[in-house]
C-alpha cells in the first residue's frame, strides 16, 4: 500500500466480522456513527514506537525504524498531511477550525489538538478533514475539528519521550 507519509495502520473489523487492514477507523463498526479522527491513536503509537525504540539502541537499524516510524506520526499531526493542516491550534498553518452547526460557539484552545484526518465521509477510500455545515447538512466536523484531551495527553507523552 502507498503510504508516502509512514502513517500507522490498524487491524479493523467492520459489523459483519470481516478484518482488513486500514488507515483510518471503519464507519460501518459496533461504534458507528461514531468514528473520528485519530490523533490521539497516532501519538499513542508515536509514544509507544519511542518508549520501543530505547530497548532496542544496539539493533541500529530497528532503533531507527521505530524513531522514524514516530517522528512520521508525530509530523502527520503537524502538519505533513494531504491538507497541510497542522492539526495543533495556534501551531502551523491551515488549523481546521470548529465550526458548531455552522457558527463559532466554541473555539479551540491554543495547543490543543483535533480529533483530525479521517476516511472520506461518504467513500471510506478516500480521506476527509474539516467538511463544514453547510458542505454536508449535518453538525459531523466535530469529527475532525474538535479537541480531545487524549491527543494532546498522548502527544505531550510522546514529544517528552525523546
Known amino acids: 500500500v502507498n503510504n508516502p507519509f509512514g502513517y500507522s495502520r490498524q487491524l479493523v473489523q467492520d459489523t459483519l466480522g470481516k478484518r482488513h487492514t486500514s488507515f483510518f477507523f471503519p464507519h460501518g463498526s459496533d461504534a458507528s ?17 519511542r518508549m520501543a525504540a530505547k530497548l532496542f539502541v544496539d539493533d541500529r537499524t530497528f532503533h531507527a525504524e521505530l524513531e522514524n516510524f514516530s517522528t512520521d506520526q508525530l509530523n502527520w499531526i503537524l502538519g505533513l498531511n494531504p491538507f497541510d493542516a497542522c492539526m495543533m491550534q495556534g501551531a502551523g498553518h491551515n488549523n481546521p477550525a470548529y465550526r458548531f452547526f455552522g457558527t463559532f460557539e466554541y473555539t479551540n484552545a491554543p495547543g490543543g489538538i483535533v480529533n483530525g ?3 472520506g465521509l461518504t467513500n471510506e477510500n478516500d ?13 459531523n466536523d466535530w469529527r475532525w475539528a474538535e479537541q480531545w484531551l487524549p491527543h494532546a495527553a498522548w502527544y505531550l507523552l510522546a514529544v517528552a519521550e525523546n
Not at 33 to 49: D, F, I, K, V, Y
Not at 127 to 139: A, V
Open 33 to 49: 456513527p461514531w468514528w473520528q479522527g485519530e490523533n490521539a491513536r497516532l501519538s499513542s503509537m508515536a509514544t509507544a514506537a
Open 117 to 119: 484526518i479521517t476516511s
Open 127 to 139: 480521506i476527509d478533514l474539516n467538511l463544514s455545515y453547510t458542505q454536508t447538512g449535518k453538525d
